[in-house]
Nanobody
Framework: QVQLVESGGGLVQAGGSLRLSCAAS????????VGWFRQAPGKERVFVAA????????RYADSVKGRFTISRDNAKNTVYLEMNSLEPEDTAAYYC?????????????????WGQGTQVTVSS
């Protein structure tokens, strides 16, 4: 079992930055691929970024490439999402999720464990 708790969301102006954290409990956390998803009001939950268990492979949605960076510190059981050059279109609830799959799936149904989410609001 893995429990995930996100933090770091907030209100920021366009062009600003935020860093989200996903803290995990469970001693096998380092074995999991961890991803970030986001969901805007009235829209589906969509893939943002993910990293394999050792951080060697990362995958990003086209909409965030070059602006967002995912990283992890297994010693701290934490995965981060550094978000730069934020745009109003990035406004959403952000969720971290974990899967035991070694590959980096981009579908929400491929992930087994989810956090409760943290809100990111970007004002224009």
């Amino acid at each position: 079992q893995v429990q995930l708790v996100e933090s770091g969301g907030g209100l920021v102006q366009a062009g600003g930055s935020l860093r989200l954290s996903c803290a995990a409990s469970g001693r096998t956390f380092s074995a999991y691929t961890v991803g970030w998803f986001r969901q805007a009001p009235g829209k589906e939950r969509v893939f943002v970024a993910a990293t394999t268990w050792n951080g060697a492979r990362r995958r990003y949605a086209d909409s965030v490439k070059g602006r967002f960076t995912i990283s992890r510190d297994n010693a701290k059981n934490t995965v981060y999402l550094e978000m730069n050059s934020l745009e109003p279109e990035d406004t959403a609830a952000y969720y971290c999720a974990a899967t035991i799959q070694f590959a980096i799936p981009d579908g929400p149904s491929d992930y087994d464990y989810w956090g409760q989410g943290t809100q990111v609001t970007v004002s224009s």
